[in-house]
């Protein structure tokens, strides 16, 4: 079955810092694309980043470039978001999703991580 | 940026037809993509590239892509069905995924 599974939510200071991870099964890995979607609470879907497989090609949302920084380790079969000066409105349940490439769409979701930003 | 607009709300009773619709500025040359989200679960792809379904979807729902807008419709309608459902492009000026703002399905 394929799968990913999120990691490393939870509550952060405005300004904090916070790392997820995505581990992927049940598919191979490096052979794919993948997002970051985040869902405020109450809110739509809003994608953030996007890494290539097989090269460095990232892509960011403005809210979060300069932020947010995506990377994977096809090694161990996960992706990870590094998130450095949180805000408020940072606060979301964060998705990781596996891209079926630009024609295609987000076919795999992991059930989400909950991040908070609160003082 | 480029922008998708939904309705935020679409009624039909069960076994009527529902057509949710997505605008946005030349669809006609992105591939257009709809996803269903029940309360408290991830996603779930339910439509890939303007009308192919993904293993595992009902053929009562189908999707179409003319002009400036892309079409969702689920025949048939069950209380199932009940859920936020959302369409998605990849946008290749900006090289962004984007959503549009969801449009809420209520079965009556």
Same mark, same amino acid.
């Given at each position: 079955?394929?799968?990913?599974?999120?990691?490393?939510?939870?509550?952060?200071?405005?300004?904090?810092?916070?790392?997820?991870?995505?581990?992927?099964?049940?598919?191979?890995?490096?052979?794919?694309?993948?997002?970051?979607?985040?869902?405020?609470?109450?809110?739509?879907?809003?994608?953030?980043?996007?890494?290539?497989?097989?090269?460095?090609?990232?892509?960011?949302?403005?809210?979060?470039?300069?932020?947010?920084?995506?990377?994977?380790?096809?090694?161990?079969?996960?992706?990870?978001?590094?998130?450095?000066?949180?805000?408020?409105?940072?606060?979301?349940?964060?998705?990781?999703?596996?891209?079926?490439?630009?024609?295609?769409?987000?076919?795999?979701?992991?059930?989400?991580?909950?991040?908070?930003?609160?003082? | 940026?480029?922008?998708?607009?939904?309705?935020?709300?679409?009624?039909?009773?069960? !076994?009527? %037809? &529902?057509?949710? =619709?997505?605008?946005?500025?030349?669809? $006609?040359?992105?591939?257009?993509?709809?996803?269903?989200?029940?309360?408290?679960?991830?996603?779930?792809?339910?439509?890939?590239?303007?009308?192919?379904?993904?293993?595992?979807?009902?053929?009562?729902?189908?999707?179409?892509?003319? !002009?400036? %807008? &892309?079409?969702? =419709?689920?025949?048939?309608?069950?209380? $199932?069905?009940?859920?936020?459902?959302?369409?998605?492009?990849?946008?290749?000026?900006?090289?962004?995924?984007?959503?549009?703002?969801?449009?809420?399905?209520?079965?009556?």
């Amino acid at each position: 079955e394929m799968q990913l599974v999120e990691s490393g939510g939870g509550l952060v200071q405005p300004g904090g810092s916070l790392r997820l991870s995505c581990a992927a099964s049940g598919f191979t890995f490096s052979t794919y694309s993948f997002n970051w979607v985040r869902q405020a609470p109450g809110k739509g879907l809003e994608w953030i980043a996007y890494i290539r497989r097989g090269t460095s090609v990232l892509y960011y949302a403005d809210s979060v470039k300069g932020r947010f920084t995506i990377s994977r380790d096809d090694a161990i079969n996960s992706l990870f978001l590094q998130m450095n000066s949180l805000r408020n409105e940072d606060t979301a349940m964060y998705f990781c999703t596996r891209d079926e490439g630009t024609a295609g769409g987000m076919d795999v979701w992991g059930r989400g991580t909950t991040v908070t930003v609160s003082s | 940026s480029y922008v998708l607009t939904q309705p935020p709300s679409v009624s039909v009773a069960p !076994g009527e %037809t &529902a057509r949710i =619709t997505c605008g946005g500025n030349k669809f $006609g040359s992105k591939s257009v993509h709809w996803y269903q989200q029940k309360p408290g679960q991830a996603p779930v792809l339910v439509i890939c590239c303007d009308n192919d379904r993904p293993s595992g979807i009902p053929e009562r729902i189908s999707g179409s892509n003319s !002009g400036n %807008t &892309a079409t969702l =419709t689920i025949s048939r309608v069950e209380a $199932g069905d009940e859920a936020a459902y959302y369409c998605h492009v990849w946008d290749y000026s900006s090289n962004h995924h984007v959503f549009g703002g969801g449009t809420k399905l209520t079965v009556l």
